[in-house]
Antibody
Framework: QVQLQESGPRLVKPPQTLSLGCTVS??????????WSWIRQPPGKGLEWIGY???????YYNPSLKSRVTISIDTSKNHFSLKLGSVTAADTAVYYC????????????WGQGTLVTVSS | DIQMTQSPSSLSASVGDRVTITCRAS??????LNWYQQKPGRAPKLLIYIASSLQSGVPSRFSGSGTGTDFTLTISSLQPEDFATYYC?????????FGGGTKVEVK
């Protein structure tokens, strides 16, 4: 089964840019059946969808974060990335990468998550 | 944005109980509703997609129903491994949104 693995710094200073990567274990990143998302969860709180990217490079971002978010993809490396700019303490969260089914838009595989703390 | 409201926010139950969790959308989402289970320190796990389809490998004691604005997740006989937090998620329109979660605790 497919595995996703997040990577990147665990501590970011405000107002720097948070950068995370996600490596996908199989070639499904090249399939038109899936899209690739970032989702976050502040400690003790619920889930917030950040945005997604399709294998073609088309993206959609949550309007609440759109001005600060960039998601990119490198299908040759089975990898996609998240950049979130001008971070504040409110961006402290566990960040998950996840695979979404185009049909149904359910997230069927998730990375283990990585806690990113924003603090000076 | 479509708002997703879950109820209750928490519940206490015993092994063997039938448990029902409700999710209400702020507008009709047809059947574009998914359910996830999350245990502490773990990523969410997909249980149900398109309101009532059971994800592969998920026990049949989990079921989903509903359409339009009102949906339910039912656990027919609660097992020890089912104590967790459950989230609904609408996939009808962007931005994709989640409910606030329902924590199922030991009674």
């Amino acid at each position: 089964q497919v595995q996703l693995q997040e990577s990147g710094p665990r501590l970011v200073k405000p107002p720097q840019t948070l950068s995370l990567g996600c490596t996908v274990s199989d070639d499904s990143i090249n399939s038109g059946n899936y899209y690739w998302s970032w989702i976050r969860q502040p400690p003790g709180k619920g889930l917030e969808w950040i945005g997604y990217i399709y294998y073609s490079g088309s993206t959609y971002y949550n309007p609440s974060l759109k001005s600060r978010v960039t998601i990119s993809i490198d299908t040759s490396k089975n990898h996609f990335s998240l950049k979130l700019g001008s971070v504040t303490a409110a961006d402290t969260a566990v960040y998950y990468c996840a695979r979404g089914q185009v049909i149904g838009s359910a997230f069927d595989y998730w990375g283990q998550g990585t806690l990113v703390t924003v603090s000076s | 944005d479509i708002q997703m409201t879950q109820s209750p926010s928490s519940l206490s139950a015993s092994v063997g109980d039938r448990v029902t969790i409700t999710c209400r959308a702020s507008q009709s989402i047809n059947s574009h509703l998914n359910w996830y289970q999350q245990k502490p320190g773990r990523a969410p796990k997909l249980l149900i997609y398109i309101a009532s389809s059971l994800q592969s490998g998920v026990p049949s004691r989990f079921s989903g129903s509903g359409t339009g604005t009102d949906f339910t997740l039912t656990i027919s006989s609660l097992q020890p491994e089912d104590f967790a937090t459950y989230y609904c998620q609408q996939s009808y329109s962007n931005p994709l949104t989640f409910g606030g979660g329902t924590k199922v605790e030991v009674k």
